[in-house]
């Protein structure tokens, strides 16, 4: 994630903790506008507005719902992070990871 940029965090099968662990190795040079977890409600129409008020150029999805596959326009395996960067009205992947880490 470039300097400057800001990005959202969904994960919403966790409780939190990876949004804190994104925000500490992605450091202060970059804005994170907010996450998403397993506490917070998550419909179809959250998502879409907190998008909207939010305005990330990146979102680092850990974890999914059906509805955060539609709303971004498309599927996530289980146990993989994606990094997407806004393009346009859409969103391009630019990373994937999966975890645990392999060795």
């Known amino acids: 994630i470039p300097d ?4 959202f965090i969904l994960d919403p ?3 939190g903790e990876s949004a804190m662990i994104a925000r500490y190795e992605v450091g ?3 804005q994170m506008t907010g996450y998403i977890g397993a506490f917070h409600r998550i ?3 959250d998502l879409e507005d907190v998008i909207e ?4 150029s990146f979102i680092l999805v850990h974890s999914s719902t059906p509805d955060v ?3 971004l326009g498309r599927e996530f ?3 993989v992070s994606y990094l997407l960067q806004r393009e346009g009205s859409g969103w391009k992947p630019v990373g994937a990871w999966p975890y645990p880490a392999r060795d």
Do not use: D, H, I, M
């Not at 008020?53 to 990330?56: E, G, L, M, T, V």
């Open 13 to 15: 099968g966790g409780s």
């Open 43 to 45: 419909t179809r129409k």
């Open 4 to 7: 400057g940029a800001r990005y």
């Open 69 to 71: 596959a539609r709303v």
């Open 77 to 79: 395996q289980p146990k």
């Open 28 to 30: 202060l040079s970059s």
């Open 53 to 56: 008020k939010q305005r990330p």
